[in-house]
C-alpha cells in the first residue's frame, strides 16, 4: 500500500505530539517540516535531522518561488498545525488531497486566535478541536472532525492547554487516517450557525482587570490568561501587582461597593470587592504589600 506523502506546516509544542504520531504510522511519510519564519523551535529541526526530512522555511509560503519548491515533493497532503501564515488557493490545491488545519476551537464559533483564552473569559462550559480543510477564509473550510471536552472551576488557561495540545495531536492524527482510508465525511460550517464568530488576537495591556465587572467574570479573567499567560495585572498606587489564581466565594452576598477596593489582606489571601460581591485573590505577586481598605485601581 503506497504511503499518503505529507507536508507539515508546524511550530512549537502544538505541533510535537501530532508529529510523534505521524511519523510512527508506516502508511505516513512526512516529506518536510516548514517551520515558521520567526520560529523559535528546535525541536522541529531535531526531528527533522533524526528522520532525515527537508527543514524549510519561508517569509511568504504563497510565492512562485516557494511553490516551485514544494512541488517537487509530490506530497499528497499538506497538514498545518500552529502555523502562523495565510495559505492562499495555489498552495492549498498543490496536494491532491489538499491541505487540512487542527484549530483548537469549536468552529464555526471560536475562529482566530488565543481561543483558549477567550472560552474562559467568556465562561464556557467545553472546548472544541476541529479538524477542517483549508480554504481562503480563515477557519472557515468544512469540518472533518470535531471534539468537545469539559472545562470546569478547577480549570485554567495551563490546563487547558495542555490538553489541547494532547487532543489536537489525537484528532488530526485520526483525521489523516480518514483521509488515508477515503472515509472523510465534510461537514460545510454553514450547516452549523450561518454566520459563527471570530476572535481577536489579544495584546500587550489586555491583560489588565476590571474591577467592576461580576465575581465570576473575574475569576474567569484572572484563570484565562494565568501562567503560562501574562497573568492578569491590576495596579496599587505605583505598583504593579500580578495576579495568577483566584478562587470564587460560596454565599458572598450581592451589594453596592467601590469596585477594587481590597477589604481583607494577609500572607494567604487578598479579598477584593468587584461589581457584584467580593473574590479571594491567593497567587500574586507585588513589590509592596496591599494594606487592608486601599482600593485597587
Keep these: 500500500m503506497d504511503k499518503i506523502k505529507i507536508g507539515y506546516f508546524a511550530d512549537g509544542p502544538w505541533s510535537h505530539q501530532a508529529f510523534e504520531k505521524i511519523i510512527s504510522d508506516r502508511e505516513l511519510t512526512i516529506k518536510f517540516i516548514c517551520v515558521r519564519y520567526?520560529?523559535?523551535?528546535d525541536t522541529l529541526k531535531n526531528y527533522c535531522n533524526k528522520y532525515n526530512i527537508d527543514y524549510l522555511k519561508n517569509k511568504n509560503i504563497n510565492s512562485?518561488?516557494?511553490?516551485?519548491?514544494?512541488?517537487?515533493?509530490q506530497c499528497d497532503l499538506f497538514v498545518s498545525m500552529s502555523f502562523n501564515q495565510i495559505f492562499k488557493k495555489s498552495i492549498i490545491n498543490i496536494p491532491r488531497l489538499k491541505t487540512i488545519n487542527c484549530h483548537a476551537g469549536k468552529l464555526p464559533f471560536y475562529r482566530g486566535r488565543n481561543?483558549?483564552?477567550?472560552?474562559?473569559i467568556n465562561g464556557e462550559k467545553e472546548f472544541g478541536v476541529t479538524v477542517?480543510?483549508?480554504?481562503?477564509?480563515?477557519?472557515?473550510?468544512?469540518?472533518l472532525l470535531q471534539k468537545s471536552f469539559q472545562?470546569?472551576?478547577?480549570?485554567?488557561?495551563?490546563t487547558l492547554l495542555n490538553r489541547a495540545y494532547k487532543e489536537c495531536a489525537l484528532l488530526l492524527y485520526e483525521s489523516i487516517k480518514k483521509i488515508k482510508n477515503g472515509t472523510v465525511?465534510?461537514?460545510?460550517?454553514?450547516?452549523?450557525?450561518?454566520?459563527?464568530?471570530?476572535?481577536?488576537?489579544?495584546?500587550e495591556g489586555d491583560e489588565i482587570i476590571n474591577w467592576n465587572q461580576s465575581s465570576r467574570d473575574v475569576f474567569n479573567f484572572i484563570r484565562?490568561?494565568?501562567?503560562?499567560?501574562?497573568?492578569?495585572?491590576?495596579?496599587?498606587?505605583?505598583?504593579?501587582?500580578?495576579?495568577?489564581?483566584?478562587?470564587?466565594?460560596?454565599?458572598?452576598?450581592?451589594?453596592?461597593?467601590i469596585p477594587g477596593a481590597v477589604l481583607k489582606a494577609n500572607e494567604n489571601e487578598l479579598i477584593i470587592k468587584t461589581k457584584d460581591s467580593f473574590i479571594?485573590?491567593?497567587?500574586?505577586?507585588?513589590k509592596e504589600k496591599i494594606k487592608t481598605g486601599r482600593r485597587l485601581k
Design 38 to 41: 520567526d520560529t523559535k523551535d
Design 115 to 120: 481561543i483558549l483564552n477567550w472560552v474562559l
Design 151 to 158: 472545562i470546569t472551576d478547577m480549570d485554567d488557561y495551563s
Design 280 to 286: 479571594c485573590i491567593i497567587e500574586w505577586y507585588c
Design 64 to 73: 512562485t518561488e516557494f511553490l516551485d519548491s514544494i512541488i517537487h515533493y
Design 185 to 203: 465525511n465534510r461537514q460545510a460550517q454553514k450547516s452549523i450557525h450561518p454566520v459563527g464568530f471570530y476572535c481577536s488576537n489579544r495584546k
Design 132 to 143: 477542517h480543510y483549508m480554504d481562503e477564509g480563515i477557519d472557515t473550510g468544512d469540518i
Design 224 to 257: 484565562a490568561i494565568s501562567l503560562p499567560g501574562p497573568q492578569a495585572r491590576t495596579f496599587f498606587q505605583e505598583n504593579e501587582v500580578c495576579i495568577n489564581r483566584a478562587a470564587l466565594i460560596n454565599d458572598a452576598p450581592i451589594y453596592k461597593g
